[in-house]
């Protein structure tokens, strides 16, 4: 087994395995692509062929969490709505702490067969992103710019779309917006003392226009809210580079199924139900945190083999071909194919790291904490907060970005974001 742990660590493993993650994520969009005359014919059939595609993409992200890392997820939920799980629709709601929640919340959906038809509500950009965005677009994601004004006719509109939709489906929301970091949580709280609203400890305001549309215009269809909140043993802190290297983390997710039409309709009512949800979460979180353990009985929902089928095919179908170029190219003996070689390995090196990259945490609390050099500079961080708070009610121009480092601009930007939403 040390033998085994120490091959997972090897950076040739995680090239092969981004290798044919994101061939075979090219080869299903070109599919995907090809079912376009399909929905002119049989909607419902593109929509389930759709949903079969884009769990051969998202199954393999699955596959890495379950089977290369091992890492185990306990579920904690009453048995009467366990029984439930994977046979009616539902909007799920997820806290937004750690960088591979979402993909905990694919492994949840895994489990319980509805991987390939869930849904996101994601920004405008990942539609033109290969393989991730791309699937998403065929598999009608709901995908919005952040400016409400814009945002609200046409969430709805594609909110509506799903009403027929054939297959059981689960629609993941992370209400908070973004990841959780300190001085986000600071920005946020600040909002919140200002709208007069009990702060929270562990999650960031919810935005609760995107929750009321979601609701609104998924009524009759969606049947169940999954309040979902998710931590992990030990105090640990999983990154999608650690899962790459074979780390094993042990998650646990506390999940209660609340019926839709206990939602209120009024969108006023409705955001009040949110921010009273999150405050419950709150004290789950906070009972984690003292006691180890979420509320009620666990339950550890079986590993399908599907995702690792899956995996073990496209690894048998697309590394073969990639060792036999690579020994032709070595056995060539051109110089110029040797740098070629090289060049390109060392150009998918570059890739494979941005990609890992961008799931990391940005930290943005530390840079708010170095010591600064200059009075203008100083004074500077001094305003931040006042800036911030001001930027976001429209009452002052936005700060000068000389002044300000790259998690300060974002974190005035977070301000403004979250008060609109």
């Known amino acids: 087994m040390g033998l085994l742990r120490l091959l997972k660590t090897q950076f040739l493993c995680h090239l092969i395995i981004c290798y044919v993650f994101l061939v075979s994520g090219i080869i299903i969009n070109f599919l995907q692509l090809c079912t376009l005359p399909l929905w002119g014919i049989n909607k419902q059939l593109a929509r389930r062929v759709n949903c079969r595609l884009a769990y051969c993409i998202s199954s393999q992200m699955v596959a890495m969490l379950e089977w290369w890392s091992g890492t185990e997820c306990s579920l904690y939920t009453d048995p009467e709505s366990y029984k439930l799980y994977g046979k009616e629709n539902a909007i799920v709601i997820l806290n937004h702490n750690f960088e591979v929640d979402f993909l905990c919340g694919w492994t949840f959906c895994e489990r319980f067969g509805v991987l390939g038809s869930s849904k996101v509500l994601a920004k405008q950009e990942l539609a033109y992103m290969p393989v991730i965005g791309w699937m998403w677009y065929f598999l009608e994601i709901v995908f919005c710019k952040r400016k409400w004004e814009e945002d609200r006719r046409t969430v709805a509109q594609s909110l509506q779309r799903l009403q027929d939709y054939p297959e059981n489906f689960w629609f993941l929301l992370y209400c908070e917006g973004t990841r959780f970091t300190e001085k986000k949580h600071k920005i946020s709280m600040e909002v919140a003392e200002k709208k007069g609203l009990p702060k929270l400890k562990y999650h960031l305001l919810p935005r609760t226009k995107g929750f009321c549309v979601t609701a609104q215009n998924l009524r009759g269809k969606v049947t169940a809210v999954y309040d979902s909140t998710?931590?992990?043993?030990?105090?640990?802190?999983?990154?999608?580079?650690?899962?790459?290297?074979?780390?094993?983390?042990?998650?646990?997710?506390?999940?209660?199924?609340?019926?839709?039409?206990?939602?209120?309709?009024?969108?006023?009512?409705?955001?009040?139900?949110?921010?009273?949800?999150?405050?419950?979460?709150?004290?789950?979180?906070?009972?984690?945190?003292?006691?180890?353990?979420?509320?009620?009985?666990?339950?550890?929902?079986?590993?399908?083999?599907?995702?690792?089928?899956?995996?073990?095919?496209?690894?048998?179908?697309?590394?073969?071909?990639?060792?036999?170029?690579?020994?032709?190219?070595?056995?060539?003996?051109?110089?110029?194919?040797?740098?070629?070689?090289?060049?390109?390995?060392?150009?998918?090196?570059?890739?494979?790291?941005?990609?890992?990259?961008?799931?990391?945490?940005?930290?943005?609390?530390?840079?708010?904490?170095?010591?600064?050099?200059?009075?203008?500079?100083?004074?500077?961080?001094?305003?931040?907060?006042?800036?911030?708070?001001?930027?976001?009610?429209?009452?002052?121009?936005?700060?000068?970005?000389?002044?300000?480092?790259?998690?300060?601009?974002?974190?005035?930007?977070?301000?403004?974001?979250?008060?609109?939403?």
């Open 230 to 421: 998710l931590n992990f043993r030990n105090n640990q802190t999983p990154t999608l580079l650690g899962m790459l290297n074979g780390k094993k983390y042990h998650a646990d997710l506390y999940v209660r199924r609340i019926p839709l039409d206990s939602v209120p309709e009024d969108e006023s009512e409705c955001a009040a139900w949110l921010h009273k949800l999150y405050q419950e979460k709150d004290e789950f979180q906070e009972q984690y945190s003292q006691t180890g353990r979420f509320p009620g009985p666990i339950v550890t929902p079986p590993r399908r083999p599907w995702a690792l089928i899956n995996w073990l095919f496209w690894v048998g179908l697309l590394v073969c071909p990639l060792c036999m170029l690579v020994l032709q190219l070595i056995y060539s003996g051109s110089a110029f194919t040797v740098v070629s070689t090289v060049v390109l390995c060392l150009t998918a090196s570059a890739g494979v790291r941005w990609m890992i990259g961008q799931t990391e945490i940005k930290k943005g609390s530390s840079y708010g904490n170095k010591e600064v050099k200059g009075h203008a500079t100083t004074t500077a961080t001094n305003q931040l907060g006042e800036w911030c708070h001001r930027f976001a009610h429209g009452g002052a121009q936005r700060p000068p970005r000389e002044q300000l480092s790259q998690a300060d601009q974002d974190t005035c930007s977070y301000s403004r974001y979250i008060s609109s939403w």
